[in-house]
């Protein structure tokens, strides 16, 4: 998704899948994710989907207080 004023990512529950969005109008996509080609980059941003998906998957855990 595109968001300007928005977060790097934002996750939501849909029925029982847990479901993480990227945002393509924030300087960590533009500048950090896209930027990653090649092998090397293929396994960085790998390694940040999953970083992204489980800090995503313990907002929802968390108290409402704790997720902001």
Do not use: C
Not at 1 to 16: A, L, W
Not at 33 to 43: D, F, I, M, N
């Amino acid at each position: 998704e595109r968001n300007p004023e928005g977060p790097f990512y934002r996750v939501e529950m849909r029925g029982g899948q847990v479901t993480v969005y990227l945002n393509k109008a924030h300087r960590f996509y533009t500048d950090v994710y896209a930027t990653l080609s090649g092998p090397e980059g293929t396994r960085l941003r790998q390694a940040l989907e999953i970083l992204i998906f489980v800090m995503g998957e313990r907002e929802l855990q968390s108290s409402p207080e704790k997720a902001r």
